[in-house]
């Protein structure tokens, strides 16, 4: 039984069959502060895949100029869509929609890769994809900027704008065993979802080193970010203990290898027309690290998220194909 911490006794909720939107569902209109470790498991049980074996490739990296084709056949070698996505879900995509720029730059994800993972949802029978961000610069002219408002759209998807922060949009949770985001505010379309999954771009970052899956969900976040920077490294790995991502899509098929992460022009960047996908966003992040010739045991946030058990660095399974 999933152990929760609410401000008031609610009887009659069996808690570990419920979903997270079943769970909010059924404290509308109560005043609650849960720890998310607890509430959300760090994945659903898998089933075998339809060839009656069990699925047991953790991670792939596909290399292909076809970007639509790369995320297909990287989503299909670790079990396929179904394996995450059930009939019925409520889905959230999460790009990195950060800055007001062009796709080519690739400060934000390409949108082709977010329409592709849309698409995928939706063949699985999701009833909703909602996509968004907290961006940092002004969200509808990033949005549409970036391409993947519009992409989103066209794929069926409900583009959710963050004008401003709330708490009725924001409610705050806690995470359980985190070293310093004890507390924080999540986006309530995650809280309220069944699946996330997290798809981000590759890029260098002044502060992080890196930022591409894990780093990706401060824009899940309520939070004043400037607080974040106190401790970096701590509070990233915490959110990912707090809000597991059940897949990770990467875009790194053009690094940012400098002047990260906001870019500003395409020679920033190294052409490598890949893309990993994962079940474990830190296991995505240090093959990603390795794309950049980045030890990933030198990047604070994977190397404390791997102390605190959120994935491995290696000693996963995986596949690497180009098509």
């Known amino acids: 039984m999933s152990k929760l911490f609410l401000d008031s006794k609610i009887s009659g909720i069996n808690v570990n069959r419920m979903t997270r939107r079943e769970f909010l569902k059924a404290v509308a209109g109560t005043a609650i502060f849960f720890t ?10 898998l089933p075998d895949d339809t060839s009656g074996s069990q699925v047991n490739i953790d991670l792939a990296m596909v290399k292909s100029r076809d970007y639509v084709k790369g995320v297909e056949k990287a989503i299909e070698l670790i079990g396929g869509i179904k394996r995450y996505v059930k009939p019925g879900d409520i889905v959230v995509v999460k790009p990195n929609m950060a800055f007001n720029s062009q796709p ?6 390409d949108p082709v890769i977010v329409r592709t993972v849309i698409d995928l949802c939706y063949q699985a029978l999701a009833s909703k994809v909602y ?13 549409t900027t970036s391409g993947i408002a519009e992409a989103a759209k066209a794929a069926g998807a409900k583009v959710v704008f963050v004008n401003e922060v709330s708490r009725k949009l924001y409610p705050a949770i806690a995470i359980k065993d985190a070293h310093f985001l004890k507390e924080t505010t999540v986006n309530r379309y995650i809280l309220e979802s069944d699946v996330l999954i997290n798809v981000p771009v590759a890029k260098q970052h002044s ?4 930022t591409i899956g894990m780093k990706n969900l401060m824009g899940i976040t309520g939070d004043n970010r400037s607080k974040w920077h106190w401790e970096l490294h ?11 991502s059940n897949l990770t899509v990467v875009d790194a098929t053009n690094l940012m290898i400098r002047n990260g992460p906001t870019g500003g022009s395409t020679d920033y960047l190294r052409r490598h027309d890949t893309v990993i996908a ?20 030198k990047i604070g946030y994977i190397a404390l998220g791997s102390e605190k058990g959120i994935g491995k660095i290696e000693g996963f399974s995986s596949r690497h194909v180009t098509l």
Do not use: C
């Open 131 to 143: 996509v968004f961000d907290r961006s940092l610069s002004n969200p509808k002219l990033t949005y």
């Open 36 to 45: 998310a470790r607890s509430l959300f498991p760090v994945n659903r049980d």
């Open 207 to 210: 502060s992080a080193g890196l």
């Open 104 to 109: 080519e730059l690739k400060a934000n994800t």
């Open 234 to 244: 701590e509070a990233i790995s915490d959110i990912n203990l707090g809000v597991r």
């Open 278 to 297: 994962s079940s474990n966003v830190l296991s995505a992040d240090a093959v990603t690290a390795g794309l950049f010739g980045t030890d990933p045991r």
